[in-house]
């Protein structure tokens, strides 16, 4: 098995898989994921649209196993993980990778729409933002709050049109907000910025304690194995070795 690389990924480079790993979520695997930050310009990447991904090609001078291994080693450190659809292993997000990610999200988000205050541009489609994550959208709107700038009212009118509910009564607070002025939370953009911060440290993989059903002894599951039952898309193990064994010698002693 090869020896993953132990080393911290600097921050800006755990930012940018997740943010490649936002346009596959749940429907594309390792692979594919590599291949967007290689800038890959196979059939699949370029049918899915994966070329208008704003990390498309970061790691464009990388060689794709060294990309893979940089996937992994956010796999091992708790930002994303491997679900499986059928036997098909899908790149998912942990918690805390997606706490990263919609962070960035909402920011870029935002910048887009500076941009298009910037260019006077008023009328502007905004069905882009229906049914896209909740919290992700309430987020969104918090920060378009914090940003105190009245020139958004007139994206978050038409945006509020199209809305269902619970979102049209938060965007008519953010609009409410504007008008008035309202006082910004900086305590609340602190302990954000701190809880982001705490995210992108990362949970080092290690060893923990399971019970087996047969013998009720406690066995230590180790990172080796957990690496190897997650790429199986295998449950946790019910037994310690000792029981595996002496069930898989019973099932042989009975052919003797
Ligand atoms: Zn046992």
């Known amino acids: 098995m090869k020896t993953p690389n132990r080393n911290r990924l600097p921050n800006e480079e755990i930012k940018a898989i997740l943010r490649a790993a936002d346009v596959i979520i749940a429907r594309g695997g390792r692979t594919l994921l590599a291949k967007i930050l290689k800038g890959s310009r196979e059939k699949k990447v370029l049918e899915l649209g994966l070329d208008t991904c704003p990390v498309y090609g970061y790691y464009k001078s990388e060689k794709l196993d060294i990309i893979t291994e940089k996937i992994d080693w956010m796999i091992d450190f708790d930002f994303l993980d491997i679900e499986y659809s ?38 502007q489609d905004m069905s882009y933002l229906k049914d896209r994550n909740r919290q992700m959208i309430l987020l969104l709107l918090e920060k378009v709050k914090e940003s105190g700038n ?107």
């Open 150 to 256: 009245p020139a958004f009212i007139p994206y978050l009118m038409l945006w509020e049109k199209i809305e269902y509910k619970k979102v049209k009564e938060a965007i008519r607070t953010t609009i409410k907000a504007l008008e008035n002025r309202e006082p910004v939370d900086e305590q609340l953009i602190q302990v954000r910025a701190e809880s982001i911060n705490e995210a992108l440290n990362g949970l080092a993989p290690s060893d923990f304690p399971l019970k087996c059903w047969v013998c009720g002894k406690r066995f230590t599951f180790t990172v080796g194995e957990q690496k190897f039952f997650k790429q199986k898309g295998f449950q946790l193990p019910k037994t310690c070795k000792k029981c595996r064994e002496k069930e898989a010698e019973g099932r042989f002693s009975r052919f003797l």
């Open 86 to 123: 059928g036997k098909l292993p899908m790149i998912v997000f942990t918690e805390r990778g997606w706490q990263i990610e919609s962070d960035q999200l909402t920011d870029e988000l935002l910048s887009e729409w500076q941009e298009w205050v910037n260019q006077g541009k008023l009328d």
